[in-house]
């Protein structure tokens, strides 16, 4: 059996290739003969810091034209360099896995025309029908042009299967992509991440180590406040909260996901703090030396989301900063929607007093039942491409195993 997961594996986000290990290794623990394999649909071979990110070249693009200049170039992209590579790739795949992540999300149709060229290379190769939509993020934030090419993505894949990672994703794929069939929730594949990442040296935690992951400003606001005020506030909020929890007796460390973007502003805070103390820990290079660090902290605070998934995934407290929905919405499903600050500029004292609450009932919020929720549904994706066309699986995206998923 050949599997191909179809996301951004390699994105310098490594929290998409955490996404992509947990998922690697559910379908090896589940399917142990299948050859499986990554396609990028950003274009991208592998963890190479030389193509760490476009972004800076797109923010220098005037906000009216950006759509035009992202589907631009990945259209002559996949023009002369992806389409046959693709096709190449798909064309004896038994199953295609999209997912997971925020693939569903409009930034200047960025995401958009990339699934859209996807699903045109699985239609050219006749391999629709062959496809699960997987534990994905959707965004409520689309253009119409932008929901419009999600849901001729969604036309020409004519996926088996569909799942999203949250009930207000679940909510906005009916909504915006009009699905019309059942859309399971299947919880992020990075709880998962204990498991996947057990031999890449993770550390017990027992100590008082607090490890804050830094975000860009331009990255996180998403426009709560205007860019220059938003990132003085969040600057001084990252400042303050290192000085004074290393006064209150924490060992501080910075650290970010990877984002060349968040790395610049995490060195810059660092310079600025100017204390010995505090460790400005070197940007990871894989998703298992993300994870690795991570394991080094015994509390975490982040705007990014996987940063808090693997800590819940290694049983480590996290506090998750506000700045997108799907971070509210993963703490609402682990049953710590306490430990979700809602402020875009959170109080130093009001933080650090959560952070002294943190370790309460960390071991008890469910992860055994969402990790079997995942497992379920890997399972009924593989048993879909299986028995795909017999007469029991004819209705696309029939929920299999109902009593365990939440169907909307």
Not at 164 to 185: E, N, T
Not at 240 to 265: H, I, S, W
Not at 373 to 396: D, H, I, P
Request: aromatic share 8%; charged share 20%.
């Amino acid at each position: 059996m050949k599997i191909v997961i179809c996301a951004v594996p390699y994105s310098p986000n490594l929290g998409d290739g955490v996404i992509y290990e947990n998922i690697r290794q559910l379908l090896t623990e589940l399917a142990p003969a299948a050859h499986i394999s990554a396609l990028d649909i950003a274009g991208r071979d592998g963890y190479d810091a030389s193509t760490l990110s476009r972004r800076p070249l797109i923010n220098r693009v005037p906000g009216r034209l950006r759509p035009s200049v992202v589907c631009a170039y990945f259209c002559l992209q996949y023009w002369w360099r992806w389409r046959h590579k693709w096709a190449e790739q798909l064309a004896d795949a038994d199953l295609i896995v999209v997912g997971g992540g925020q693939l569903f999300m409009d930034a200047h149709l960025n995401f958009p025309i990339k699934l859209f060229l996807l699903s045109r290379t699985i239609r050219a190769i006749g391999k629709p029908g062959k496809v699960a939509i997987f534990s994905v993020g959707v965004s409520k934030r689309m253009s119409k042009i932008g929901a419009n090419l999600f849901q001729r993505a969604v036309r020409n894949m004519a996926p088996m299967r569909i799942s999203v990672r949250d009930l207000l994703s679940a909510q906005h794929m009916k909504k915006y992509l009009a699905i019309d069939g059942d859309v399971c929730i299947t919880p992020d594949p990075a709880i998962y991440s204990q498991r996947t990442f057990a031999q890449s040296g993770l550390t017990a935690h027992t100590g008082n180590v607090l490890g804050i992951c830094i975000s860009c400003p331009l990255e996180v606001n998403h426009g709560i406040k205007s860019e220059a005020a938003y990132g003085l506030q969040i600057s001084r909020f990252f400042e303050n909260l290192a000085r004074q929890a290393m006064a209150a007796g924490y060992v501080v460390k910075l650290f970010t996901n990877g984002a060349p973007e968040d790395e610049a502003f995490k060195d810059a805070l660092a310079a600025g703090l100017g204390m010995q103390q505090i460790v400005n820990m070197a940007r990871a290079s894989a998703p298992a030396e993300l994870v690795a660090n991570i394991s080094t902290c015994d509390y975490i605070i982040a705007h990014r989301l996987h940063a808090s998934i693997v800590a819940y995934a290694l049983d480590i407290p996290a506090i998750g900063l506000n700045w997108d929905v799907k971070v509210k919405s993963f703490f609402e499903l682990i049953g710590r929607s306490r430990f979700f600050i809602s402020s875009p500029i959170p109080d130093v004292e009001d933080t650090l007093d959560l952070l002294s609450h943190a370790r309460e009932s960390c071991a008890g919020t469910g992860r055994a039942r969402l990790t079997l929720r995942l497992k379920k549904e890997v399972s009924a994706l593989l048993n879909s491409s299986v028995y795909q066309g017999s007469a029991a699986t004819t209705t696309l995206w029939t929920a299999v195993n109902a009593d365990y998923e939440k169907i909307i």
